[in-house]
């Protein structure tokens, strides 16, 4: 139930294609769902976060689609560009005091030119 | 400037050695974590602190060993019972009204 399953392991698209990175949860409980970007060498960034109170939320290029009944999630790059070549994380966690983040297990992106 | 100061990012160590990485904030949140990422398995939590002089396990705990004596500081020491240490140690820290983790930008650990 703690789990948080994320696909695909890895993807390649051009520039300017839509990736679209999947994760589906267990917990009802989850009320928190943030996607985290991860260059090489670095710590993970918070990119965009959303909670189930909505079924889509846009910040730039990034878009995090949630959909509550199937208790699954997904992150769209809209154009995407070379430099969003990272790795990605979803995770999820209930909120309202210091609830352990659930990670996935990563998708490693790479756009092309 | 706010965040989260990890160091050394190399370390090398023999076999049999202790080492401790240290994580130091200044951003003033009560929660911090030590995370550990291995190619293709995400991030695993070893140990989070939610409070100064207390810390609790997280899912792969065995071989490591923390402290929270101070709210800015939770090193983490990685001991000669961890099997197979090689690998990139994440520190992060959170507060509760967000849920939002703030990384360090890690510390590489090879074990020679």
């Known amino acids: 139930q703690q789990q948080v399953k994320q696909s695909p392991q890895s993807l390649i698209v051009q520039k300017g294609g839509i990736p679209i990175i999947n994760c589906a949860y267990e917990?009802?409980?989850?009320?928190?769902f943030p996607w985290y970007q991860q260059f090489p060498g670095k710590g993970p960034a918070l990119l965009i976060a959303?909670?189930?109170?909505?079924s889509e939320k846009k910040e730039g290029r990034f878009t995090i689609s949630f959909n509550k009944s199937a208790k699954q999630f997904s992150l769209h790059i809209m154009d995407s560009q070379p430099g969003d070549s990272a790795t990605y994380f979803c995770a999820a966690t209930s909120t309202g005091g210091y609830n352990k983040l659930i990670f996935g297990a990563g998708t490693r992106l790479a756009v092309h030119p | 400037d706010g965040g989260i100061t990890q160091s050394p990012k190399y370390l090398f160590r023999k076999e049999g050695q202790n080492v401790t990485l240290s994580c130091e904030q200044n951003?003033?949140?009560?929660?911090m974590y030590w995370y550990r990422q291995d190619p293709g398995q995400g991030l695993r939590l070893i140990y989070y602190s939610q409070i100064v002089n207390d810390f609790q396990k997280g899912d792969i705990a065995e071989g490591y060993s923390v402290s929270r004596e101070k709210k800015e500081s939770f090193p983490l020491t990685v001991t000669s019972a961890q099997k197979n240490p090689t690998a990139f140690y994440l520190c992060a820290s959170s507060t509760p009204q967000t849920g939002e983790l703030f990384f360090g930008e890690g510390s590489r650990l090879t074990v020679l």
């Open positions: 917990n009802t409980a989850f009320d928190y």
């Open positions: 959303i909670r189930p109170d909505v």
């Open positions: 951003l003033n949140h009560d929660a």
